[in-house]
């Protein structure tokens, strides 16, 4: 187990531009989660899957947002024609099936710059 | 509207003493209260939950406490150690399956 990875782990991108975002998951962590987290402040929740199914979204995630989890496993989260505004980071966590695990393990985030 | 406020953005301490960090909420009512570790450039790393029903939980030097009158917890770090520097975020885990953070206290430990 190798914990949850993401990638890239730092993305420079001029506004306008497409962004695509993966995230590997804990191997049996059936429980995927995205947030954004900028300075200074606490991560903020984006979207939830559990298996391949988007459960949640937030009502603050643009329709630029979309986020994909095809088989399951990995995540993908893309930004259509990026904003300033998106600069941040960008978690993945995942968690694990059963009825008393609730803690979230995260990864080490994507760092997104629109300049 | 919803809140999740951590008494100060930074809190300096001596080494060896207790951190003490607080976390009140207003407008949730949450099932579950998580405490994490957050280094700079990295993910948050889960240390504590706290029911609803529980007052009090502990680790190894770490305690939470969890008033759901007060609708506050506090979480504490004895003989504090400068390898506890970090900011540390209080979460709230709701019926629902989401995690609402707090915006994080900055804790510094002096040697």
């Known amino acids: 187990d190798t914990g949850v990875s993401q990638d890239p782990r730092h993305k420079i991108t001029k506004r306008g531009q497409n962004v695509t975002f993966r995230c590997d998951p804990i191997?049996?962590?059936?429980?995927l989660y995205w947030y954004r987290q900028t300075l200074g402040q606490g991560p903020e929740f984006l979207t939830y899957?559990?298996?391949?199914?988007?459960?949640?979204k937030s009502r603050l995630l643009s329709d630029r947002f979309s986020a994909e989890r095809p088989k399951g496993s990995f995540s993908t989260l893309e930004i259509q024609r990026t904003e300033q505004g998106d600069s941040a980071m960008y978690l993945c966590?995942?968690?694990?099936?059963?009825?008393?695990?609730?803690?979230?393990?995260f990864g080490p985030g994507t760092r997104l710059t629109v300049t | 509207s919803q809140k999740i406020e951590q008494n100060s953005e930074a809190l300096n301490i001596q080494e060896g003493k207790t951190a003490t960090l607080t976390c009140n909420y207003t407008?949730?009512?949450?099932?579950?209260l998580q405490w994490y570790r957050q280094d700079p450039g990295r993910g948050p790393v889960f240390l504590l939950l706290?029911?609803?029903?529980?007052k009090e939980k502990r680790k190894e030097r770490l305690k939470v406490t969890f008033d759901t009158t007060l609708k506050q917890s506090l979480f504490h770090i004895t003989a504090s150690q400068p390898a506890d520097s970090a900011t540390y975020l209080c979460?709230?885990?709701?019926?629902?399956?989401?995690?609402?953070f707090g915006t994080g206290t900055r804790l510094t430990v002096i040697p």
């Open positions: 966590a995942s968690r694990g099936p059963g009825q008393g695990a609730y803690e979230q393990y």
């Open positions: 191997s049996e962590h059936n429980r």
């Open positions: 899957f559990q298996n391949e199914a988007q459960l949640e």
């Open positions: 407008n949730y009512s949450p099932a579950y």
């Open positions: 706290i029911r609803e029903n529980e």
């Open positions: 979460a709230l885990l709701t019926g629902a399956n989401n995690l609402f």
